[in-house]
């Protein structure tokens, strides 16, 4: 039941478990169901479906007898597996709506849009999992997160793989890899495959095209039991205005601002929540809760945090309403977004929020309490953007956009960076990240060799989406599975393998992510090298926990021999990593595994080593420890 308490915490905007009153609950003896909906603008609200041959004068519900603005019932005759809607009359008068249900656990198979009765009953075998993830999920820890879409990684016959189909592929597939996280394009119900589920209408309920919730329970349970996180999409930025979801769900803008200016995105053609209307928010924080309450789920990627940040986005002078101070920042977006996060780390403190915003928002990932907005990490555009950028440059040109890559350093450590390469780099006409690469094919793989080694060397955790690791060339296209033929062909296998060896030595390395945050962990020793295209830096360790690692990069399809990089220590620098080597189809230059350091100053350090630079590589150099 939901309690004179839950209602207060409900209109004060902090009720986070607003789905374990409101939709629809099935009696513990199977026998009925208890409905409610908030419909504050209502008329008249009933329940229709399979159990009454979907009359709306069968099943009314009555409005609660405070100000709330809930409707709420019994229904005897309704069972597991049914479908429903909510048939409301408004009070603005209008025909009636049929409405699926904003707090439903499962939802018909689009296109068909009701909803169905569901319980959320799983016995979870992921305990060991839950008991070891706050380390997993630390800043410290090593993440490299492999991005997919469920629909179109792989098919089956041209069909959908099921849940529990992919989760048994997927898990063999990432742990072979070697990335520690899946992190899933949006898996809540929305009625338009093409949308790859950013226009969500359920907030509740995972898309019923891949199987029953129970389906996606195993997933995660599956993924845990093979030591992979999984993290999730989750979009409070906006909604589709479809006639059976949130859009004008009482005859009124309920979930919505009534003003276009401020609650319809013109990006999108879409709506935008009213993050100043307290049940709005509750609505959110229990959506965002209810996936890691419920499904184990390890963290949330946040959407589009900077539409929620700014008044003005995607809007010309005259389309947006300034704050009451006359500013363009959503206050009450601010607002909700750091009471989101303060919630999630209290009740969960052992997963993450990541925002994906693209701006110099500042303190994305702080404290509140320091006038942050609480998220545990941010995805870094800036990086993503100048560095490929930079590496669509013929190389003849390049050193005249040196400051491409080693900008990024500048602003590094403002924010608790995730480095993207997303499925946003490879639609809608941005082709391929191989097809990016300028030259001939050897140089295009070389390329893109060489630009994963920088990736997984730069300070900040990793997301690669799925097809890029084998350099599928073909940009991606929902409708069907990626080319996985084309890791038969020895090039692109090569760059599968050279892949899963970034994630072994990644994960092995302490130098390569303890200190991703801080400057401690970074050194630059050349950057200044534009003529040759050519940049050197040590990543380091904390205090007592292995020795530092060296990475250079030659971007220019000319090797250079006897390319003296100063280091900080005498012994044997072993290579650890070099793009360029036969095993990943590269030409074969390098340094025979290992140089020996001279006590010869260079670069400010006190020891130097002289180089093979392959060309179009990236080497990392780790001194021996016994040498």
Not at 7 to 31: C, I, S
Not at 433 to 450: T, V
Request: hydrophobic share 40%; proline share 6%.
């Amino acid at each position: 039941m939901f309690s004179d308490h839950d209602v207060y915490l409900f209109r004060e905007g902090t009720h986070g478990r607003l789905y374990q009153g409101l939709g629809a609950q099935l009696a513990e003896d199977g026998a009925g169901a208890r409905f409610a909906v908030w419909a504050p603008n209502a008329e008249s609200v009933s329940v229709i479906g399979d159990w009454n041959g979907w009359d709306p004068g069968a099943h009314p519900l009555q409005r609660r007898h405070d100000s709330s603005g809930i409707w709420e019932g019994r229904i005897d005759g309704a069972q597991r597996g049914q479908a429903y809607k909510y048939r409301i009359q408004s009070r603005q008068g209008g025909a009636p709506m049929d409405k699926a249900d904003p707090l439903a656990f499962y939802a018909e198979l689009p296109p068909a849009t009701g909803s169905r009765l569901w319980d959320l009953a799983y016995e979870w075998q992921d305990a060991e999992w839950m008991a070891q993830r706050a380390a997993r999920n630390a800043l410290d820890a090593p993440i490299s997160i492999y991005e997919v879409h469920a629909g179109s990684w792989r098919r089956k016959d041209g069909e959908f793989l099921s849940w529990r189909e992919l989760a048994h592929a997927l898990a063999d597939y990432v742990q072979e890899m070697g990335f520690t996280h899946v992190e899933l394009m949006p898996i809540t119900e929305h009625p338009f495959y093409g949308s790859w589920g950013y226009q969500t209408t359920g907030y509740f309920a995972p898309t019923a095209r891949y199987g029953t919730p129970q389906d996606f329970m195993y997933f995660v349970d599956h993924l845990h039991r093979q030591g992979i996180g999984v993290l999730l999409d989750w979009v409070p930025s906006h909604f589709p205005a479809d006639a059976h979801g949130l859009a004008q769900f009482d005859g009124t803008h309920l979930y919505e601002h009534s003003d276009p200016r401020q609650g319809f995105h013109p990006e999108w053609n879409s709506s935008i929540f009213n993050y100043g209307r307290n049940e709005v928010r509750s609505f959110l924080m229990s959506s965002a809760l209810f996936w890691l309450d419920k499904y184990h789920i390890d963290g949330l990627r946040v959407d589009a945090v900077a539409s929620m940040l700014y008044l003005d986005y995607a809007r010309k002078d005259g389309e947006w309403i300034p704050n009451r101070h006359g500013g363009k920042e959503n206050l009450e977006a601010i607002d909700f977004l750091r009471r989101l996060n303060e919630a999630v780390y209290r009740d969960h403190p052992d997963t993450m929020t990541i925002a994906e915003e693209s701006t110099a928002w500042p303190l994305v990932s702080r404290p509140t309490y320091l006038g942050g907005l609480g998220f545990g990490m941010k995805w870094n555009m800036g990086w993503m953007h100048d560095t490929l950028a930079y590496l669509k440059e013929d190389p003849i040109h390049r050193k005249y956009h040196h400051g491409k890559l080693t900008f990024s350093m500048v602003y590094a450590f403002n924010e608790n960076f995730v480095l993207p390469l997303s499925h946003d780099e490879v639609v809608y006409g941005k082709g391929s990240l191989i097809g990016k690469m300028p030259g001939d094919a050897w140089q295009q793989f070389a390329g893109l060799r060489a630009l994963f080694g920088y990736m997984w060397a730069h300070p900040g955790k990793k997301l690669l989406f799925m097809g890029g690791e084998f350099g599928q060339r073909r940009e991606w296209a929902h409708e069907g599975e990626l080319e996985w033929w084309v890791t038969e062909i020895s090039q692109h296998e090569g760059v599968q393998r050279f892949v899963k060896q970034l994630n072994r030595v990644y994960r092995d390395e302490p130098a390569l992510h303890r200190i991703d945050f801080s400057h401690e962990g970074f050194q630059w020793v050349e950057s200044n090298d534009a003529q040759h295209s050519v940049f050197a830096f040590l990543r380091k360790p904390a205090a007592a926990e292995g020795t530092p690692v060296l990475v250079v990069c030659n971007l220019t399809p000319e090797p250079r021999t006897n390319y003296v990089v100063g280091v900080p220590a005498a012994g044997l620098w072993r290579e650890l990593i070099n793009s360029d080597a036969r095993e990943y189809g590269g030409s074969g230059w390098g340094n025979l595994g290992g140089v020996e350091s001279a006590p010869l100053p260079s670069h400010g350090q006190p020891y130097s080593v002289s180089l093979t630079l392959p060309p179009l590589a990236t080497l990392i150099l780790k001194l021996q420890a016994d040498a």
